[in-house]
């Protein structure tokens, strides 16, 4: 694919994004990443998920999202749709070829994140991780795959949490399914490189999406050698490199990008 006139490397295709309910959340940023390079968007949000965190929902922000994107001018569609349900990434991708085709990359960025060391785990927030992190991610990576036919330029990219890196104590349902998620990266690259897609992870570190109070950057930031915390922008430059043709030669790999995070 050749470069716009505006060099918008991505111009002209498509790009499915998950997770993205919160406009300060690492999904909005790659969602405006992918936008900026010239992809359409289309992203999925689960508002129910951010009600139950301290963050809380705005049911308002995917719109607004929504239209600071389409004002790049680019199309940008969204569904919310609870990704727990099996049947989900059919409904994913049938919507997409609805509205607006078939898409080119798909970037799994939801995930279920809830602290619950070993005297709190119990099987039901094990499945809860599990269902997103895990099944939602692969069933919908797979429902991508089988529906691709371009032959070239495809990409999924995975969202994980580093757990290769060092332990995440008191978060073992978490650390868990997102180790699996790596595990994922590896064997499906390998699976469909003949098809044209290549298949990555992104670790962004400990990322200020509006979670962090003062008391922990102040607590982080001295392991952190750039000098500041990661901010979602950080990670969205990463994925639009990872989604454009530049990174063609680049598959199976779990890329840290988290300005030298110190464990």
Sequence with gaps: MKENSNGEKLNGRIAIVTGVSRLKGIGASICTALAGEGADIFFTYWTDYDKQMPWGADRKEP???????QDLGVRCECMEIDLSNPNSPVEVLNE?????????ILVNNACHSVNDGYKALD???????YVINVRATT??????????????????????????KGAMVGEIAYA???GAVDALTLTLSAEVAHKGITVN?????PTDTGWMTDEIQQKLLPRFPMGR????????????????????WITGQVIHSEGGFMR
């Design 63 to 69: 719109f607004r999202l929504q239209k600071e994107i």
């Design 96 to 104: 997409v070829e609805k509205t607006l085709g078939e898409p080119f």
């Design 123 to 129: 099987y039901i927030s094990l499945d809860n991780h």
């Design 139 to 164: 069933l919908l990576s797979v429902e991508f795959v089988r529906r691709f036919s371009k032959g070239f330029g495809g990409r999924i990219i995975n969202v994980t949490s580093g757990q290769s």
């Design 176 to 178: 868990t399914t997102k």
């Design 201 to 205: 992870a992104v670790n962004p570190g």
């Design 229 to 248: 915390v990661g901010q979602p922008r950080d990670a969205a430059r990463l994925i639009a490199f990872l989604a454009s043709d530049d990174a063609e």
